[in-house]
């Protein structure tokens, strides 16, 4: 090799050298929008419903392996047999040292959507009971998903600056409930490295674009579904006296469970006890002989968890008492199990970690305090039930800053997370949780 061919090659490498020293999240990010924009109008045009993620499961699959992960499909087992589940995880190596999990989740939500954008929704699929409903993304997971894929290009891209492994799961059926625990069971800890830290972000439907929100300890809520069924004796509208009416029965067991927030339970200490669905009789003038009734709870701390549900049962089975029905005609009060979740709770140590990096990355004023929330997440499932592996759930601004700074001012709410009108704006977005995302696990995998 001649001192030309050697002057060209160590000018070639200096200038490799110089554009992997300039690349860093943000410019990584703004050249990865505009395709994973069209990705995002795609998922949102194609939503699917928990249990069923399999066009959506297989983009996010092709995305991770084009970005260098060892990607594996159909990973998960649910309860029911013949179950699938589309459960995907990709995992990229960068040497020794330490494993994080980054977690997006999959499905939509039966919701008409009436946001009246050029890539609205207008799919429709069979629920469970195999009856026609709409499909929206009303929750943003397809923003989750984007941002997935473009965290995995950037941290492809960034080899120079961590080390470790990262774990991107795309997980199924997070609105119903299950998809992360099938992933646990079909063993997400055990076939792949059992990750040190878990990370995830949601969209927000309150804060602007551009902004972080972070919360230190609980974030989200124990949720418990609950079936009530409430006996009586039915007879004749026009007889009252000869029956003992269970709707209002109900009627009274429902007001008093609402004594288990306000005298039962200290005050520091949040609970939500919702009566989502009553159902019972099936004419004027019948007293029938139940009541059915539908409940979610919520809570934070196992305790309280636990005294609420036990406290429902007690009012409800001392409503009857007081009624005059017999023991055998008590209320059947029966907590879903398969539908339950426990809280997530944001480890206060990785949260006082990683917030000074989110900070750094979109500058301080644009990382706020976000207060919890009595909706639920079943992120905590990677936590583990003894939340013995830390995790950071940070939510990511998607609301207009315009709209937002009117809804402030006018106390008019916006479209919430679950409605039919909610439209996250997806550039800028996708953009910060790329940058939000990269700069957390860049700061666990540090040289």
């Known amino acids: 090799m001649n001192l030309h061919c050697v002057a060209i090659l160590s000018l070639s490498l200096s200038a490799a050298t110089s554009l992997m020293a300039q690349q860093t999240p943000q410019s990584l990010a703004d050249a990865e929008v505009p395709s994973l924009l069209a990705i995002y109008k795609d998922l949102h045009s194609h939503p699917e419903l928990s249990t069923r993620e399999e066009r959506s499961s297989a983009i996010v699959a092709k995305e991770l392996k ?231 709870v919520r809570t934070y701390k196992p305790e309280v968890r636990i005294r609420t549900l036990a406290a429902i049962d007690r009012i409800a089975k001392g409503c009857a008492t007081a009624a005059g029905l017999p023991p055998d005609k008590f209320p059947d009060v029966n907590v879903l199990k398969g539908e339950g979740v426990n809280a997530t709770y944001n480890n206060p140590e990785l949260v006082k970690r990683v917030t000074p990096a989110l900070k750094d990355a979109i500058g301080e004023n644009n990382v706020v305090r976000k207060d919890p929330t009595m909706g639920g997440e079943d992120f905590c499932e990677y936590s583990l039930p003894d939340t013995s592996i830390p995790a950071f759930m940070f939510v990511v601004g998607a609301v207009d800053p315009v709209k937002a700074a009117e809804s402030n001012k006018t106390g008019t709410p916006l479209p919430s997370l679950h409605s039919s009108k909610f439209a996250p704006v997806p550039e800028p977005t996708i953009r910060t949780g790329i940058i939000g995302m990269t700069s957390a696990v860049l700061e666990l995998l540090k040289k």
């Open 66 to 296: 084009a970005a260098g992960c060892e990607v594996t499909e159909r990973v998960g087992k649910y309860e029911q047999p013949g179950a699938t589940c589309f459960g995907v995880v990709g995992v990229m190596k960068n040497g020794a040292g330490p494993t994080v999990l980054v977690r997006s989740d999959l499905d939509a939500l039966p919701v008409h959507e009436e946001t009246g954008l050029p890539y609205a929704s207008t799919v429709t699929s069979k629920n469970n009971e195999g009856k026609d409903v709409p499909v929206m993304h009303a929750c943003g997971h397809d923003i989750h998903m984007s941002t997935l894929i473009g965290t995995a290009r950037t941290l492809g891209k960034l080899k120079d600056k961590w080390h470790g492994t990262i774990i991107f799961i795309g997980q199924p059926a997070e609105e119903m409930v299950g998809g992360a625990r099938a992933m646990l069971k079909d063993g997400l800890y055990t076939r792949w490295p059992k990750p040190d830290y878990a990370l995830a972000l949601h969209d927000d439907a309150e804060i602007e674009t551009g902004k972080i929100g972070v919360t230190e300890g609980y974030a989200f809520a124990n949720v418990d579904s609950v079936d009530v069924t409430v006996h009586g004796m039915g007879g004749h509208g026009a007889y009252p006296h000869k029956t003992k009416d269970p709707v209002a029965l109900a009627a009274e067991i429902i007001n008093d469970w609402q004594t288990i927030a306000s005298r039962e339970n200290n005050p520091l200490d949040p609970v939500v006890v919702t009566v989502g669905s009553i159902h019972g009789g099936t004419k004027h003038n019948i007293i029938p002989d139940e009541v059915k009734m539908q409940l979610t």
